[in-house]
């Protein structure tokens, strides 16, 4: 990714902020202060998650903001990385980052050390350790290869749409073993990031190559031998909404656990986001795992276990209520600010759609619409009443929308995780994520509206504390 990640972190600020400010979520990680993107450097080691300006956390759910880990120097920037224990350490921490040299134009590979478990780095003094001599070739992402006993580093060549896989032992020295792409989606690729998933429920596993293009991510899923990765299937979207890009997935995470976490933006409109003083966020984690169906192989996407460390109560709105043609049902004790909402919808023969209303103001006029549409099997997230939506013409022209069909019982399941000025969410294991500005006083309401008849069997609100809570 382009811009560099900066987090600066001035600590004394740090330690006076009530993290209140209109619009600052509760749930995602969001900087103290100042502009981020791209998460970087995401590994868990030694019972800690790290990602990097620097942040580290016990559990994913509670972060805990620490002073910048390593600045600009000598004119090359420092763009999107990786992090990884190495197998024979117990406490070094390597850091593999893109090198934009302001000079020359062209981007590098690069490396820094940590011997503290991530306290404390350093540049390796011979730096750049690949240099293809590329004006675009950035974003390593690494990972170790058990069976060959070495590490694989990724890295793209962005405006070719080609991911290259190198191979190194020492973190110094690199061998080019292949190239993947162009394939699938077009445009220029970001981020790269290449896992391997155990097949739920099988012994099967598979390679996942994911990349970042034209601001959305997706992946392709196939094997890898150990040098080539082989393509067994067209690219799928990870993430259906308006605001998901240049994610990336934990290193290090025991029993084979994925967590993803991508930049909630939209190139449209991120830079004139109406937050102060700080702007970027992060989705809340995602666990990952690989599901197979008919051969074909898709990551399903849900909110990491981690979740249930914040519950604060629970609260049942509605248990199989039939609702009539446009009668909306206001929550009245709703407090749906930081939460995590479940519906089930049972269709009948005359339901046309539905629509959940979240961060609702106290009069109904604002509020973010979860909308659903029988006849084209249509879930999209309509911002046009969510608060302020002037602050950039692009901002309604987004659209996040994902196709949802009914079970075999004509039940549709959505859960949405509501965090103030994010929303995310999740419908057959699809996300979609979406930032959202509400403007009202209080913005905690709760609502259904069913388009014909229809059977709302559930309507629960999950409230939970925020990670500031101590
Ligand atoms: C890592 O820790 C283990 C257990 O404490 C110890 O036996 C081993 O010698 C350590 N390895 C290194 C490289 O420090
Ligand atoms: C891996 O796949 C590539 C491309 O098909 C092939 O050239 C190479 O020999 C394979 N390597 C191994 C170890 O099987
Ligand atoms: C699998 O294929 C069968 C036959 O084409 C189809 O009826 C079924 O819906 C498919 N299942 C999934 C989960 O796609
Ligand atoms: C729930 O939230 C309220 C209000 O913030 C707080 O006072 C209470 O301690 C929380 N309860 C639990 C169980 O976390």
Redesign the pocket.
């Known amino acids: 990714m382009k811009i560099t990640a900066l987090l600066l972190l001035l600590s004394s600020f740090v330690l006076s902020q009530t993290f209140k400010e209109k619009y600052r979520p509760q749930l995602h990680f969001t900087p103290p202060k100042y502009w981020m993107n791209d998460p970087n450097g995401m590994i868990y080691m030694n019972g800690e998650y790290h990602f990097w300006g620097h942040a580290k956390s016990k559990d994913m759910v509670h972060w805990e903001h620490l002073p910048v880990a390593l600045y600009e120097e000598d004119g090359i920037a420092m763009w999107s990385g990786t992090a990884i224990q190495p197998q024979d350490s117990n406490n070094t921490m390597v850091l593999l980052y893109a090198g934009m040299d302001r000079k020359k134009g062209i981007q590098t590979t690069n490396v820094a050390f940590s011997k503290d478990n991530g306290k404390t780095f350093n540049k390796y003094q011979n730096n750049p350790v690949i240099n293809p001599n590329l004006r675009d070739f950035r974003d390593p992402k690494i990972f170790y290869y058990a069976p060959g006993n070495y590490y694989v580093v990724v890295v793209v060549l962005s405006d070719k749409s080609v991911v290259r896989f190198h191979k190194t032992v020492d973190f110094l020295t690199f061998q080019i073993m292949s190239e993947f792409g162009p394939a699938g989606a077009a445009g220029g690729w970001e981020c790269p990031d290449v896992f391997e998933m155990k097949v739920s429920g099988t012994t099967e596993s598979k390679y996942v190559v994911m990349v970042s293009t034209s601001g959305t991510i997706g992946y392709f899923v196939g094997s890898f031998n150990g040098t080539h990765f082989s393509n067994h299937q067209p690219w799928i979207r990870l993430d259906m909404g308006t605001d998901f890009y240049a994610a990336q997935t934990f290193n290090g995470l025991p029993d084979q656990r994925r967590v993803i976490m991508g930049w909630m933006c939209n190139f449209g409109y991120v830079g004139s986001q109406p937050t102060d003083p700080w702007r970027g966020v992060q989705t809340y984690p995602r666990e990952l795992l690989l599901v197979k169906n008919n051969d074909s192989y898709k990551i399903a996407s849900q909110l990491v276990r981690e979740t249930h460390l914040l519950v604060?109560?629970t609260v049942s709105h509605a248990f199989h209520v039939d609702v009539d043609s446009e009668q909306e049902l206001t929550f009245k004790d709703a407090r749906g600010r930081v939460s995590v909402i479940g519906v089930q919808v049972e269709l009948k023969s005359d339901t046309k759609g539905f629509g959940i209303k979240v961060l609702m103001s106290a009069d109904g006029s604002e509020y973010t619409l979860i909308d659903y549409n029988v006849a084209t099997k249509k879930l999209r997230i309509d911002r046009s009443k969510s608060g302020n939506v002037d602050f950039n013409e692009n901002f309604l022209k987004a659209n996040a929308e994902m196709e949802v069909v009914p079970d075999k019982d004509g039940v549709v399941m959505v859960d949405v995780l509501v965090d103030v000025s994010a929303v995310e969410v999740f419908a057959n294991q699809v996300a979609m994520s979406a930032v959202v500005f509400p403007n009202a006083a209080s913005s905690d309401g709760l609502a259904f509206v069913s388009h014909g008849s229809s059977v709302l069997k559930n309507f629960v609100e999950v409230d939970l504390?925020s990670m500031y809570?101590k």
Do not use: A, G, K
Request: net charge neutral; proline share 0%.
């Open positions: 604060n109560r504390n809570d």
